[in-house]
């Protein structure tokens, strides 16, 4: 299965908040799953990216976890800021060429 | 560095009329991509391509062409636009594919009427 499923499709989290946004996948042979943050009316930007091997990588307060029995990995924001406000994707590699996109979500921060 | 550039920004297409897509690149990288991205549908691939000489079709390829004559450069052919085609189109480009970050450029808006 060629697939990646995210959720939610929109989160509303207070500044502070630790917003969670889940991702799913069902191909075994996926090897790297990045995350890339989209602003409105700007191109993906990529955020942060992890490969099976590991459980879990941070980057300032953007964490990924990943389970790899499950077949799942998560973006956790810690202490999120209104200037988080954006759409995130995740994202898997099937093979060496390409990868693929979940359907995003629109995160948005209350101040 | 002007990473990935895409012309024009904004367009709009009368149905059945062609127009192409600008894309280049100026980190000489030899993996580059085309997306579409409708709201809430996120980001299909439409065709990409390894390197100078070779596309290959991605999930979403027909009404659309592509070549990649040089290593900067990956344009987008519409032929017999619809107005299905009205989306966000983005080009990307990579060091090295699957396995690595992917830059983006800043799409192009195109309305089909």
């Known amino acids: 299965q060629q697939q990646v499923k995210q959720s939610p499709q929109s989160l509303i989290v207070q500044k502070g908040g630790i917003p969670i946004i889940n991702c799913a996948y069902e191909n075994t042979a996926f090897d790297y799953f990045p995350w890339y943050q989209q602003f409105p009316g700007k191109g993906p930007a990529l955020l942060i990216a992890i490969r099976p091997d590991v459980s879990e990588k941070k980057e300032g307060r953007f964490t990924i976890s990943f389970n790899k029995s499950a077949k799942q990995f998560s973006l956790h924001i810690m202490d999120s800021q209104p200037g988080d406000s954006a759409t995130y994707f995740c994202?898997?590699?099937?093979?060496?060429?390409?990868?693929?996109f979940g359907k995003g979500t629109r995160l948005h921060i209350l101040p | 560095n002007a990473g990935v550039t895409q012309t024009p920004k904004f367009h709009i297409l009368k149905i059945g009329q062609s127009m192409t897509l600008q894309c280049t690149q100026d980190?000489?990288?030899?993996?580059m991509y085309w997306y579409r991205q409708d709201p809430g549908m996120g980001l299909k691939l439409i065709y990409y391509s390894v390197g100078a000489g070779i596309t290959d079709k991605g999930e979403v390829p027909n009404g659309y062409n592509v070549s990649r004559s040089t290593t900067e450069d990956f344009p987008l052919r519409l032929e017999l636009a619809a107005p299905s085609q009205t989306s966000v189109y983005f080009c990307?480009?990579?060091?090295?594919?699957?396995?690595?970050?992917?830059?983006f450029g800043s799409g192009t808006r195109l309305t089909v009427v």
């Open positions: 980190m000489n990288h030899n993996y």
């Open positions: 994202a898997a590699s099937p093979n060496p060429d390409k990868i693929i």
């Open positions: 990307a480009s990579s060091y090295s594919g699957g396995g690595y970050g992917y830059t």
